[in-house]
């Protein structure tokens, strides 16, 4: 199982940046693929899940109006598009996969993690 996150980058408040997250080599039939993020010295928080059963999704309240995650089911990505980026939003992110029980909020029960990307916010 692979999972890998492009996409992140240096930007400034108010701008935009779109993480993608390409993953392979799991035959879940149903599942969902969430973004996480971790800044230093901070706990993991989700960020936004998608499912691949019916694309319901899960947005954490301080994204939610601002960022929007899509899948391309086809292509195996999902994308999370953010917009109004705050200094704040700075964190390593990463993309993981879950079958089964799972918390995206906090990223509990996810099955396997890709490597992240860095994404800056400059005020």
């Known amino acids: 199982v692979q999972l890998q996150a492009f996409g992140g980058g240096l930007v400034q408040a108010g701008g935009s940046l779109r993480l993608s997250c390409a993953y392979s080599?799991?035959?879940?039939?149903?599942?969902?693929i969430g973004w996480f993020r971790q800044a230093p010295g901070k706990e993991r928080e989700g960020i936004s899940c998608?499912?691949?059963?019916?694309?319901?999704?899960y947005y954490r309240y301080s994204v939610k109006g601002r960022f929007t995650i899509s899948s391309d089911n086809a292509k195996n990505t999902v994308f999370l598009q953010m917009n109004s980026l705050k200094p704040e939003d700075s964190a390593v992110y990463s993309c993981a996969v879950a079958s089964g029980f799972h918390r995206c909020s906090t990223g509990y029960g996810m099955d396997y993690w890709g490597k992240g990307t860095q994404v800056t916010v400059s005020s």
């Open positions: 080599g799991f035959t879940f039939d149903d599942y969902v």
């Open positions: 998608i499912s691949s059963k019916d694309g319901s999704t």
